[in-house]
């Protein structure tokens, strides 16, 4: 069976002031009528029934969530206790798995990247599943197109070209840390990486033993939690035992040392949403390089962002590519060159006063 686990761990630090602490950015509605989390879901819809679907997550982000996603069950809705990174995560998210369904195949995802079609979303995972359940010692993951030689994202590079139906698919030879300038233009112009989507697909229990076999101690920590899971020592044990992992990406824990890794193609349009900029490609610009989400009067503006509450209006005159983001209690209005700087927003509210602002 395919079982899905959506990880919605992150704190959304680059949109603030309108993502923050109790409500980071996939619990925002970024496009559309529904939040990212909820969005993410959806497109499992008809694939994965909720009993089959885990939203691995911080503690204090477990009741947002299940308000947010009523139709999954509670107890599959997992608060960590610790931030870890993805490989524990992932981890014990493949034990709660294999317990119910020992030859059970895992999709991985985010929950806060936009994709579309769903349609085709939904039909390269099918594919990749059975790709999976035919191989069981594959792993598959999905890779994006580059538009652009992005510094951001972490990159794949592809090899010979595999045999797989219903998939463009080919055989990586390595995965790349996210690049300087002149090595992302590299990637970019040698046509042979794509962007890591961070969309996995794998068996349980291969992902279980690559971790076993790379990363034992963390294995065993994993396994005392697993073991404990559902008595009246889980969130005792799970405290403990998670708190004492070192955490490390998947990427590290176990890609980077696999031998039976998969690179599709995504015949899918995506998008990381991972600033602010990113909503001038979701919502479209004016004649005037502008994008406005909310009440926004722009007069002789060039290129800003804007995004406003409803009721209440932002007017800008005279402005050129700035990020004005209007919430009730907090207001940003920065320079797009220094959007990566909002981070040292979030660092300098955390060591001051301000922290009911985060």
């Not at 039976?260 to 998008?271: K, T, Y």
Request: with cysteine.
């Amino acid at each position: 069976m395919l079982h899905a686990i959506v990880m919605a761990g992150g704190s959304g630090t680059r949109f603030w002031p309108a993502s923050r602490n109790d409500k980071p950015k996939q619990l925002l509605r970024m496009t559309g009528e529904a939040s990212m989390i909820q969005a993410t879901c959806r497109r499992l819809e008809g694939m994965v029934p909720p009993e089959q679907l885990y939203i691995f997550t911080a503690q204090h982000l477990v009741e947002p969530i299940a308000e947010q996603l009523p139709e999954v069950p509670p107890t599959s809705i997992v608060g960590e206790p610790h931030k870890r990174d993805t490989a524990p995560c992932i981890g014990l998210a493949a034990l709660l798995v294999q317990k119910n369904d020992p030859d059970g195949t895992m999709v991985v995802m985010p929950s806060d990247h936009v994709i579309s079609p769903e349609a085709d979303f939904r039909q390269a995972i099918q594919a990749a599943a059975a790709l999976v359940d035919a191989q069981p010692e594959t792993i598959v993951t999905f890779g994006i197109s580059p538009t652009y030689p992005a510094e951001t994202f972490g990159y794949i590079e592809r090899g010979k070209r595999l045999e797989a139906p219903g998939l463009n698919a080919f055989e990586v030879v390595r995965f790349r840390e996210k690049p300087k300038g002149e090595v992302a233009q590299e990637y970019f112009d040698s046509g042979n990486f794509y962007w890591n989507a961070g969309i996995f697909i794998w068996k349980a229990k291969t992902v279980l033993d690559a971790i076993k076999k790379h990363e034992p101690e963390m294995f065993a920590h994993l396994e005392t939690i697993a073991n404990a899971w559902g008595t009246p020592q889980q969130a005792e044990v799970f405290d403990r035992e998670f708190g004492s992992i070192q955490g490390k990406s998947i990427d590290y824990a176990v890609m980077e040392h696999h031998e039976h890794i998969v690179v599709v193609e995504a015949p899918f349009n995506w998008d990381d949403v991972g600033n602010w900029q990113s909503m001038a490609r979701l919502h479209g610009q004016d004649e005037s390089g502008n994008t406005h989400l909310g009440e926004v009067l722009a007069i002789d503006s060039n290129g800003c962002i804007v995004r406003g509450e409803h009721g209440h209006l932002v007017v800008t005159l005279g402005t050129q590519e700035l990020i004005i983001v209007h919430t009730p209690d907090a207001t940003l209005v920065a320079d797009k060159s220094r959007e990566e700087d909002i981070r040292e927003v979030v660092k300098k509210l955390q060591s001051g006063e301000l922290r009911r602002y985060l």
